[in-house]
T-cell receptor, first 111, second 114 residues
């Protein structure tokens, strides 16, 4: 079943913070975050695994609440380059195979 | 070091024609995944292939769609007798092994059925 992302869209100014949520009705084993710019390939941002292990890069962080079956992506001091659509994908294992993606959150950062 | 290559980038087909989408995974990657993205929607898993094997095709429509990943050459997603509802962006992703935590996506093929 598809995870639910919120909000659907957010507009902010450079330097502001944003939080994107991803929740699932099924128990989560792993959550994968990707960003897609218009007309481009989705790019991997971060993975969160059951048990709290977290991997990622760039100045973006995330949390994983296993009890609530929810993950949140935190973008602090946003930059223009953060604009794009953010997708969370849930996996049956810790790997990237056969991910079920949410509908995406469109983030627009204005100067 | 080339990434995942998909071609063509754009494909226009008339209803009833066949569409063939190609995906060359990153060098050293033997696992390929195909996803479909409808306008304003997320990516929907279609099929997972390893060289010469279909591992999981649970997301593939039962009819008209097929996929292969031969020993030599790219992975092919084939759609027979296309209909307007097949219009979408089709993305291919690859990983080096089944346990990899990151999948690398290609830029997609945008199929338009007229």
């Amino acid at each position: 079943q598809q995870p639910v992302q919120s909000p659907q869209a957010v507009i902010l100014r450079e330097g502001e913070d944003a939080v994107i949520n991803c929740s699932s009705s099924k128990a989560l084993y792993s959550v994968h975050w990707y960003r897609q710019k218009h007309g481009e390939a989705p790019v991997f941002l971060m993975i969160l695994l059951k048990g709290g292990e977290q991997k990622g890069h760039e100045k973006i962080s995330a949390s994983f609440n296993e009890k609530k079956q929810q993950s949140s992506l935190y973008l602090t001091a946003s930059q223009l380059s953060y604009s794009g659509t953010y997708f969370c994908g849930t996996g049956r294992s810790g790997s990237a195979r056969q991910l079920t993606f949410g509908s995406g959150t469109q983030l627009t950062v204005l100067p | 070091n080339a990434g995942v290559m998909q071609n063509p980038r754009h494909l226009v087909r008339r209803r009833g024609q066949e569409a063939r989408l190609r995906c060359s995974p990153m060098k050293g990657h033997s696992h390929v995944y195909w996803y479909r993205q409808l306008p304003e929607e997320g990516l929907k898993f279609m099929v997972y292939l390893q060289k010469e094997n279909i591992i999981d095709e649970s997301g593939m429509p039962k009819e008209r769609f097929s996929a292969e990943f031969p020993k030599e050459g790219p992975s092919i997603l084939r759609i027979q007798q296309v209909v307007r509802g097949d219009s979408a962006a089709y993305f291919c992703a690859s990983s080096p092994d089944r346990g990899a935590t990151e999948a690398f996506f290609g830029q997609g093929t945008r199929l338009t059925v007229v």
